[in-house]
């Protein structure tokens, strides 16, 4: 795989993960609202790409060590990426009750973070129990914290 799509393949299957994820469970928590997830999801899944794409293209051309065609390519890869990574979580959401969905999402979201992690510590020969580790341990961190601040919204205001 072309570095540049490479770069657009981990950032938007990573920030698909863990920001669809946090969106997930603190809107879980704070309105118990299949339909204020879905939507959720459907505007991480569109602005939220757009936003890392843009993000990343002025990223790599901030760097002024990649061509055009490279800059472009990991602009598309990772929108295409994290527009699709994202779409995924709504397929629990729609077939399942939304407390099931939400850990069914988890289970997923981690599970593929997991299997990433693995990939890259294998590329890199380093320990993949560490990566994964690490990586996971930051995705409960986000979910935990959003969780809380979902149902502190909640609280405050419902």
Do not use: C, Q
């Not at 969106?23 to 339909?35: A, C, D, Q, R």
């Not at 999801?41 to 490279?70: P, Q, V």
């Not at 890259?120 to 996971?136: D, F, G, L, Q, T």
Request: glycine letters at 8%; zero cysteines.
């Amino acid at each position: 795989m072309r570095d540049s799509i490479k770069t657009g393949f981990s950032f938007g299957l990573t920030s698909g993960i863990i920001t669809t994820l946090g969106l997930m469970v603190g809107l879980t928590s704070g309105t118990n609202s299949k339909l204020a997830v879905i939507g959720g999801i459907l505007t991480i899944a569109i602005a939220d790409a757009f936003s890392d794409a843009l993000g990343i293209h002025i990223s790599e051309e901030a760097e002024n060590k990649h061509s055009e065609k490279e800059i472009w390519e990991s602009t598309v890869s990772t929108f295409l990426f994290k527009f699709i990574t994202a779409i995924t979580f709504i397929i629990p959401v729609i077939m399942l009750d939304l407390s099931t969905s939400v850990i069914v999402s988890i289970i997923w979201g981690l599970s593929l973070l997991g299997v990433f992690s693995y990939h890259i510590a294998r590329s890199k020969n380093v320990n993949p129990y560490i990566v994964i580790a690490e990586h996971i341990l930051i995705g409960l961190v986000v979910i935990v914290a959003s969780h809380y601040a979902g149902s502190l919204i909640k609280s405050a205001f419902g």
